[in-house]
């Protein structure tokens, strides 16, 4: 009996022996952000050795960016294959194969920069690969966890320690390498949006006001404006405008003017407008008049009308009026709020690069 015990306690000792290596080789949470988060750069030579220290992300960023030359971005592709090549050594076979893929999807991407301007400076290249994705206790923190099938998992407690820094250092600095290599684009797409900015404030500060059912029908309008931009072409209809009928014979009269239907065009820059409207003016006390109001932007909108469908100069009216629509400021709609997505699309860019 007491040998029989005696035995089982043994045999629990040898298993527990056995399995505490295996389980010590498992990175903790708290390892996995050490290694895999921007507080790497904290460690010290003390913490990881010199020679260790020498291939972190930020020293080894430091030396390439040191020895790049203009126009040679292939050259940084090489610099990240060959720190994975330092660390990944001995490491597991599936990681290591998707991290091999993505290291050579990045080496074809920096080549194209080299060699096409276009995608340089309008696209740029890409960081999503190497973004490490934080996972939940208990669940893997993923390096370009938005494609699953290709997707590195770092699982806490399994994963080895030097697993974890091969993947996340290659990852990190491969980061670095992406934002560089995108700076032009977002150079060039900061400039597209500032110039869509500034043609937003023209089309506010210059352009013809819009009724609710105006911003209705010129956001619907496919023709009149391209995607985010204020209207290039802008529809009129039954736009309101209190005005002042000046008559050579029948006297002045205050009048409330109808245009009916019209279209106004503006240059590129928003900055400027002409155009015409048939309308309808109602002057005090009299019969209505039909005619047609002449836009040009800056100096504003002048009609002429005229009584009884009679074009003569006895019965005509100019009409002198004011944008009534032009002095409420807190008008809404579907244009205005594309607006504010390009003033926020600039804030964005401005406050931060990854």
């Known amino acids: 009996m007491r040998a029989a015990l005696w035995l089982k306690v043994s045999l629990t000792i040898s298993v527990i022996g056995a399995t505490a290596p295996l389980r010590a080789q498992g990175v903790t949470r708290d390892q996995l952000r050490r290694e895999c ?5 904290l460690q010290t030579v003390d913490s990881l050795g010199a020679a260790l220290h020498r291939r972190t992300p930020n020293q080894s960023w430091s030396r390439m960016l040191a020895a790049w030359s203009p126009a040679d971005y292939s050259a940084l592709g090489d610099s990240v294959r060959a720190l994975w090549d330092t660390l990944a050594s001995g490491i597991d076979s599936t990681a290591a194969a998707r991290m091999i893929r993505l290291l050579a999807r990045q080496r074809t991407e920096l080549s ?3 060699s096409d301007h ?9 960081a999503r690969w190497f973004e490490i994705t934080t996972g939940d206790p208990g669940e893997p923190w993923l390096v370009n966890g938005a494609e699953p099938d290709s997707a590195v998992a770092l699982t806490e407690g399994q994963t080895a320690l030097p697993t974890v820094r091969a993947v996340c250092w290659t990852a990190l600095l491969a980061r670095k390498v992406a934002d560089f ?11 597209v949006l500032a110039a869509r900015a500034r043609r937003w404030d023209n089309f506010e500060r210059y352009g013809y006001s819009l009724t609710p059912l105006e911003l209705l029908l010129n956001g619907w309008c496919g023709f009149c404006r391209g995607m985010l931009e204020p209207p290039r072409i802008q529809l009129i209809a039954v736009h309101v405008l209190p005005t002042y ?3 050579d014979e029948l006297g002045n009269r205050t009048a409330l003017t ?7 065009f503006y240059n590129q820059a928003r900055s400027f407008h002409v155009g015409f409207s048939y309308a309808y003016s109602l002057p005090a006390e009299e019969r209505r008049e039909s005619g047609w109001v002449v836009h040009v932007s800056k100096i504003g909108q002048l009609g002429i009308t005229f009584r009884d469908n009679t074009y003569t100069r006895e019965n005509a009216s100019l009409l002198l009026s004011a944008d009534l629509y032009r002095f409420i400021e807190n008008w809404s709609g579907r244009i205005r709020e594309e607006r504010d997505a390009i003033a926020k699309g600039i804030q964005k860019l401005r406050g931060g690069q990854n």
Do not use: H, P, W, Y
Not at 118 to 126: D, I, S, Y
């Open 245 to 247: 009928a000046v008559r």
């Open 258 to 264: 109808t245009e009916v239907a019209g279209i106004l």
């Open 37 to 41: 988060t921007d507080a790497l750069s």
């Open 112 to 114: 194209r920069l080299d």
């Open 118 to 126: 276009g995608f340089l400076v309008k696209e740029g290249a890409t």
């Open 181 to 191: 290599g995108g700076r032009d684009a977002r150079a060039q797409t900061r400039r």
